[in-house]
């Protein structure tokens, strides 16, 4: 078979990546959701002494990742699954999961985004006047009533599960109501240390739920 030829550049990308993933301690692939150029610079810029970005072909990463020859490797080049970025660090996966969630941002939904979690319609008053908009609520199920002469809904609504695909009228409604459920930002898709992989559910930490245990232990001491 005839050896495939490369330009300089993609040579030092591969280089490049090669070195990244021998010198970091976690290495993550990451999924862009509507990220902005602008917001993943500032991410860059924020954090350039915690991590690296790198945005890299495909089939360059997994040319680098044969070439490291890390533990696990075969593992870690499969887990590409698509164009994504790459994050090195010497965080673990779970402190880079925290930090990458404090920089995203809320959008407003448009029609076919995929809900990001599941998207709550809060009882009380809209401030929507009586009128058509009434049809867009009992579209969605949200039960309201009126009340000196504005919509109320009666009780907190799942309007959507996270991973549904979203309606133009829920998208329309849900922007009349100031609503932003969309969040955008680099997400953990896969990510590895010390030669074990993290799946994006592996990774997440809910810090609610953690500081509701870790209260609900110390009543018990």
């Not at 990451?30 to 495909?58: H, T, Y």
């Not at 599941?118 to 006047?129: E, H, L, R, S, Y």
């Amino acid at each position: 078979m005839q050896k495939t030829t490369y330009k300089q550049s993609k040579i030092d990308t591969i280089a490049e990546v090669e070195k990244l993933l021998k010198t970091n301690k976690t290495i993550a692939f990451c999924s862009l959701f509507k990220v902005r150029g602008a917001q993943l610079m500032s991410l860059r810029k924020s954090f350039k002494d915690e991590m690296k970005i790198r945005v890299v072909r495909n089939t360059l990463t997994k040319l680098a990742i044969e070439k490291s020859q890390i533990k696990n490797s075969t593992e870690l080049s499969n887990g590409i699954s698509k164009q994504q970025a790459l994050v090195f660090t010497d965080m673990d996966p779970f402190q880079l999961f925290l930090l990458l969630e404090k920089g995203k941002i809320d959008l407003a939904a448009r029609e076919g985004d995929v809900a990001t979690d599941d998207i709550i319609v809060p009882a009380g008053n809209t401030g929507m006047q009586p009128g058509p908009d009434l049809s867009m609520f009992k579209e969605s199920n949200i039960a309201t009533r009126i009340d000196s002469g504005s919509i109320f809904v009666n009780n907190d609504t799942v309007v959507a599960k996270k991973g549904e695909v979203l309606s133009a009228n829920l998208s329309s409604l849900l922007s009349k109501l100031d609503i932003k459920p969309i969040k955008a930002g680099v997400s953990i898709s896969l990510a590895y240390m010390d030669g074990l992989l993290y799946s994006s559910d592996d990774v997440v930490i809910d810090l609610d739920e953690y500081a509701n245990d870790i209260s609900l232990s110390l009543i018990h001491i």
